[in-house]
């Protein structure tokens, strides 16, 4: 073929690729704010804070400070990856890029893959560091990226940690999805030697075991967030974006978030523990708290706020915040590292599933009495 004819196919692929992941990436922003029902339920039910009627700590007196890769902040909470490189995108990374500052929250953007190949999309990711100048900023990109592309996607926002996500059920239930790299972890490795910043991997929503954590820390990467099945559901996401039905019964496939932090934090490598998937309210980011996350991420449960105006959106992290306060003061602790040593009472599915993984679930009650 000629090199001229092949150039043109090659950009005229990459157009229509990007369309592709332009029109995607609106469809998920509409899909994903509306809520994914099942009928089974993501555990945190099954996990019991302790009462503590005689606490001396008041919420005010509360320090919510944890460190993320070594970083310092001042919530345990962060915005996880959500959007970037379609028009709508930069409105949605301004409002949250506003929030982000105004609770001092890390946030994450959504994937830069698309703004790569594209240099005009770049002020769809920019817009969280123009509206966040000081703020955590982590950059974003599938496992699969080349070194050159995380360092670019870290360059582009200025971002202090780099998220490399990996995503098999949504490529393989995505019409349009790609087919799995059989040199992953090597790639993976080659990045986090290579780029500027600390690197987190990350699901998307199904979960991440203490088996595969221990792979992904032996390819250097300095935290895990598990994103576990039971918040934002990918399969009904694609699922609905896909003209067949075969990936109805896969909407129930995944590791529930609360297992995954179990699990990783027993079974798994010496290495940072970040809860994402569900973890929708104050209480349910205390369970993973407590038991061992050292932050807790949300995407769902903030865009579907946002998606009713800037103002709920404020309303609803004051009130997560508030909520992890007051909780943490009724179980008399007032400070996160505290929470890993509270007694936890655990039933139902989530005791059979550490049960099961080896976990006796004693440890979890007799500890902290
Ligand atoms: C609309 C939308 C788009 C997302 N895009 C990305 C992405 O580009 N990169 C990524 O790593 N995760 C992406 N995610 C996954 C989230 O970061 C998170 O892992 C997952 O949604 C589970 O958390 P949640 O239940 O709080 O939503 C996206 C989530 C949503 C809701």
């Known amino acids: ?11 005229s692929l990459t157009k229509r690729m990007n369309k592709f992941r332009l029109n995607r990436k609106k469809e998920h922003l509409s899909l994903a704010s509306q809520r994914f029902r099942c009928s089974f339920t993501a555990l945190y039910g099954d996990i019991h804070l302790p009462h503590n009627c005689l606490t001396t700590i008041n919420p005010t007196d509360t320090d919510l400070s944890t460190n993320i890769c070594g970083i310092i902040v001042k919530t345990p909470l962060y915005i996880n990856a959500i959007t970037g490189g379609a028009l709508i995108s930069e409105l949605v990374n301004r409002q949250l890029a506003i929030l982000a500052k105004k609770f001092s929250l890390p946030m994450a953007v959504g994937s830069q893959v698309a703004s790569l190949n594209n240099s005009s999309l ?13 703020g955590l900023l982590i ?4 496992a699969t990226a080349s070194v050159k592309q995380a360092q670019g996607a870290v360059e582009m926002i200025d971002a202090q940690i780099l998220q490399l996500f990996l995503n098999p059920a949504q490529e393989f239930i995505m019409a349009e999805g790609d087919p ?6 090597e790639n993976v490795a080659e990045i986090c030697a290579t780029v500027s910043v600390p690197v987190i991997i990350k699901e998307v929503g199904f979960g991440i075991s203490a088996k595969a954590a221990t792979s992904l820390a032996g390819a250097g990467v300095k935290a895990i967030d598990v994103s ?11 699922g609905c974006r896909n003209p067949s039905s075969w990936w109805k019964p ?3 496939w995944g590791l529930p978030t609360p297992i995954c932090v179990a699990d990783v934090v027993h079974n798994g490598p010496n290495i940072q523990v970040l809860a994402s998937g569900g973890v929708d309210d104050g209480i349910r980011a205390l369970k993973c708290l407590c038991l061992g996350a050292v932050a807790v991420g949300s995407a769902g449960g903030i865009l579907r706020q946002l998606s009713k105006g800037l103002a709920q959106g404020e309303k609803y992290l004051e009130d997560y915040l508030h909520q992890v306060r007051v ?14 040593q509270v007694p936890l009472a655990v039933t139902g599915r989530f005791k059979e599933l550490i049960e099961q993984r080896g976990i006796d679930p004693q440890f979890y009650s007799r500890r902290g009495n």
């Open 327 to 340: 909780g943490m003061a009724l179980m008399g602790k007032r400070t996160l590292p505290e929470l890993a």
């Open 250 to 252: 896969f909407t129930a």
């Open 180 to 185: 799995v790299e059989v040199n992953l972890l």
């Open 228 to 238: 576990g099945w039971g918040g934002t559901n990918f399969a009904w996401i694609e």
């Open 122 to 134: 770049r002020f769809t990711y920019q817009v969280a560091r123009k509206y966040n100048p000081q």
């Open 1 to 11: 073929m000629a090199p001229q004819l092949a150039n043109a196919l090659v950009i």
């Open 139 to 142: 950059a974003n990109l599938p």
